[in-house]
């Protein structure tokens, strides 16, 4: 059922963009292409409400927001924590459920850490599909633990639409359960990431590194006929 009661702060153009946004592709294309990464030098935790005011959003954020979206379309709104070692930063995504399998929506300056289909038996089996691209500076992989998927819809209702920082929903989501991704036995182990992933998204190689670009919709990249990918 669609909770719409809920967005009675939000104006007629606001509700009509969350209205448009009604496929997790849609979702991830709005914030791929319609929104700026928050780079805030504060520390901010800000509700769907204030990113569609602001146009802007990291992480959490941006998650929050496809939550927001998914209620407005009778989805359940849900976040999942994905939990970093000392070296890096966590990261939050909105899982959804199609036709029985997992995917996600997610805001990232990392190209890996973004969009997953809804091919995943699993939200554990979606978590780990980011270990591979969750890589710090040093090329270490830093991906630890994931939580169970938390139901926006229980939190205070605030996190939709206050015009304050949320940082409760932050901390609701590092109170869930976690559950472990890599053995302690093994961490010492584990190889670097692609040195030409990480140079390609960190380092930049001869351009801008990845991590400071916004993607672009496919229309406006203008790819050759014929790109093929050579294995």
């Known amino acids: 059922m669609k909770d719409r009661a809920r967005f009675g702060r939000f104006s007629a153009g606001q509700r009509a963009l969350l ?35 602001l146009r802007r959003a990291h992480c959490i954020e941006g998650a ?5 979206a998914f209620m407005f379309h009778g989805r359940r709104p849900l976040l999942m924590d994905l939990r970093a070692d000392a070296s890096d930063d966590d990261h939050v995504v909105a899982p959804f459920v199609e036709g029985g399998r997992w995917g996600a929506v997610a805001q990232s300056h990392f190209c890996g850490l ?14 780990r599909s980011y270990f591979e691209f969750y890589y710090n500076s040093a090329g270490r992989k830093t991906l630890r633990e994931f939580s169970a998927p938390l139901n926006a819809a229980s939190l205070r209702p605030e996190w939709l639409d206050s015009g304050k920082n949320v940082f409760f929903v932050g901390r609701s989501l590092d109170a869930a359960r976690h559950y472990r991704i890599v053995p302690y036995r093994t961490e010492s182990s584990l190889r670097r990431a692609d040195s030409l992933l990480l140079q390609a998204e960190v380092v930049g190689g001869p351009g801008t590194p990845l991590v400071r670009r916004r993607p672009r919709p496919y229309s406006e990249i203008g790819l050759r006929r014929g790109h093929g990918r050579p294995v």
Do not use: G
């Not at 448009?20 to 409400?49: M, W």
């Not at 929050?64 to 927001?68: E, S």
């Open 19 to 53: 209205r448009r946004l009604d496929t997790p592709r849609k979702i991830q294309d709005f914030l791929d292409y319609e929104l700026r990464y928050n780079d805030s030098p504060e520390n901010t935790c800000l509700s769907p409400l204030e990113v569609l005011k």
């Open 64 to 68: 929050m927001l496809a939550a927001a």
């Open 114 to 127: 973004r969009y997953r289909e809804p091919v995943y038996a699993s939200y554990a089996e979606l978590a």
